[in-house]
């Protein structure tokens, strides 16, 4: 029998209640790298207020993935190396 492996967890974090107009490009962005990895990673959007952010000390926009936070100016190729890192833990 084959065991169902986890998917990476790829959170962004987004400011609930404003434009979204100014994060549309952030999604857009993580959702270019992620797309390589459709079948290995689950994207979720957040509030920066929520329990989540909390635990991570996130209070602006910002992507996670596993330990790693990224700015919204982040370099794809540190998006798809921090994903492959999560897929061989």
Known sequence: MKMKRNKVKVEIFVPF???ICG????IEKVGQ???KFKD?????TK???SQEASQYGVQDV??????KKFSPD???KELEE???KECRT
Request: aromatic share 6%; proline share 0%.
């Open 82 to 84: 921090a994903i492959k």
């Open 17 to 19: 209640g404003s434009c």
């Open 47 to 49: 509030s920066t207020k």
């Open 23 to 26: 994060f549309a490009a952030l």
């Open 62 to 67: 910002c992507v996670v993935v596993g330990d």
């Open 33 to 35: 790298v992620t797309s």
């Open 40 to 44: 290995l990673v689950e994207v979720q």
């Open 74 to 76: 982040f370099d794809e």
